[in-house]
């Protein structure tokens, strides 16, 4: 017999540069998503900074106050026992990724760098981010 599993999806109304806000919306979507019995919760691309950031995602400024923001969802009461699936901007080795970063009970289990970029469009990833390459694991 299989087990029942309540997922949570976010369309969050982020606004670009608003980290205050975009927090308080997080973690109300995350009230709401355990209010009603989800067990993981996925919220939209780049939501702790907003999707529209432009060029500011080549500002130092801007990955600080997207981690500031996912250290304040880490410790909060509210993201305890439930997965919580949020994304953020992340530089590595020199390079910037669009990445989902996932924790659960004040510890971040994965973080996924985007391997297919859009870039048709209105959309232009590439002018930000790099898409990730590397098939393997890699130690941060």
């Given at each position: 017999?299989?087990r029942?599993?309540?997922?949570?999806?976010?369309?969050?109304?982020?606004?670009?540069?608003?980290?205050?806000?975009?927090?308080?919306?997080?973690?109300?979507?995350?009230?709401?998503?355990?209010?009603?019995?989800?067990?993981?919760?996925?919220?939209?691309?780049l939501?702790?900074?907003?999707?529209?950031?432009?060029?500011?995602?080549?500002?130092?400024?801007?990955?600080?106050?997207?981690?500031?923001?996912?250290?304040?969802?880490?410790?909060?009461?509210?993201?305890q026992?439930?997965?919580?699936?949020?994304?953020m901007?992340?530089?590595?080795?020199?390079?910037?990724?669009?990445?989902?970063?996932?924790?659960?009970?004040?510890?971040?289990?994965?973080?996924?760098?985007?391997?297919?970029?859009?870039?048709?469009?209105?959309?232009?990833e590439?002018?930000?981010?790099?898409?990730?390459?590397?098939?393997?694991?890699?130690?941060?």
């Amino acid at each position: 017999m299989g087990r029942k599993v309540t997922l949570a999806t976010c369309s969050l109304n982020q606004w670009a540069l608003d980290f205050n806000g975009n927090l308080s919306r997080i973690l109300k979507s995350i009230e709401i998503a355990k209010k009603e019995g989800a067990k993981y919760r996925l919220g939209p691309e780049l939501e702790i900074c907003g999707y529209g950031c432009a060029d500011h995602f080549y500002e130092s400024d801007t990955l600080l106050h997207c981690f500031q923001v996912l250290k304040s969802l880490l410790e909060s009461p509210l993201t305890q026992d439930i997965i919580c699936d949020v994304g953020m901007p992340i530089m590595h080795h020199n390079v910037r990724y669009n990445c989902r970063v996932i924790f659960l009970n004040k510890k971040i289990l994965l973080i996924r760098p985007k391997m297919l970029l859009a870039n048709h469009g209105n959309n232009r990833e590439f002018r930000w981010f790099s898409p990730w390459s590397q098939p393997r694991s890699v130690s941060l």
